[in-house]
């Protein structure tokens, strides 16, 4: 019999309980302290762990800062795609930071959250790159655990999914559906992770979207994760080729059918 205690991130959690700390009061002190008025960010936000997208938006000329962007920790850019006003914020990598942001983002007016995260190929779908759209991913990170009790899988909102899937089966990159690994420690990643990974079917391991859809379900929040998968973990030369403007004009594309179809997708 195993009597040693859970570690500590399982125990004396209360997931019904308020925060005492919460998105909406540092964000007001944030104004207060950085002179900036109460306004909204786009409704449609981005999270761009890589940053590809947001240097690529850059270069092109094509952002510029969302000054209602109170948050500490980040800058938010704006650009213009499918008719609508879009927010991202790159080099959100992994799941504390991810769901930090994602938390003010929603506080400061986003309807619907995407993440298109770059992520090491387990189980192969196809030819390299292409993307998944994650149906739910396994909880090997600890953000998670501080929104829903513990399970092995944060799913995704099925409703949500099936929406979105629909907006952007036809917009050009290579879309799968899939389960993925979320990990907090992406250099642990052993012979036997992999080999148990491909034993539960999964497709792929990224650093977000477990902690992400826990969120999203804690909160009723509409979130979606896209896993851009782009490598085999670095265990062959040419590996990380993520495609034109390392794999920005891809993304862009799936981006761009989401704005077009924003409020088909928000609508039950």
């Not at 005492?20 to 964000?27: E, S, T």
């Not at 501080?146 to 909102?157: G, V, W």
């Not at 590996?239 to 059918?257: C, H, P, T």
Request: charged content about 20%; some cysteine.
């Amino acid at each position: 019999m195993n009597d040693k205690p859970l570690p500590p991130i399982l125990r004396h959690k209360d997931h019904a309980a308020p925060s005492v700390f919460a998105p909406d009061g540092l964000l007001r002190e944030a104004r207060r302290q950085k002179g900036l008025a109460q306004a909204h960010v786009p409704e449609l936000c981005l999270l761009d762990p890589d940053g590809d997208i947001v240097r690529h938006l850059m270069t092109t000329g094509v952002a510029q800062p969302v000054t209602a962007w109170a948050c500490y920790h980040s800058v938010m850019h704006g650009f213009e795609l499918g008719g609508r006003r879009v927010g991202v914020v790159g080099c959100a990598v992994g799941a504390p930071y991810a769901v930090l942001v994602a938390e003010q983002m929603f506080a400061s007016g986003c309807r619907l959250l995407l993440s298109i995260t770059s992520s090491g190929e387990l189980a192969p779908l196809g030819p390299r790159p292409y993307f998944i759209l994650v149906e739910r991913a396994l909880r090997d990170e600890g953000t998670s655990y501080h929104y829903l009790p513990a399970e092995d899988y944060a799913p995704a909102d099925p409703g949500l999914l099936a929406r979105l899937g629909a907006a952007i089966t036809d917009c050009g990159p290579v879309v799968h559906r899939g389960t993925t690994w979320t990990t907090d420690a992406p250099f642990r990643e052993t012979v036997e992770v992999i080999e148990r990974g491909n034993a539960l079917g999964l497709a792929a391991i990224e650093m977000e979207s477990a902690a992400l859809y826990a969120l999203a379900a804690a909160r009723g929040l509409p979130i979606a994760c896209l896993a851009h998968v782009t490598n085999a973990m670095a265990t062959t030369h040419g590996d990380f080729e993520k495609g034109e403007a390392g794999g920005a004009i891809d993304a862009l594309r799936i981006v761009e059918s989401v704005a077009l179809n924003l409020e088909a997708i928000l609508s039950p």
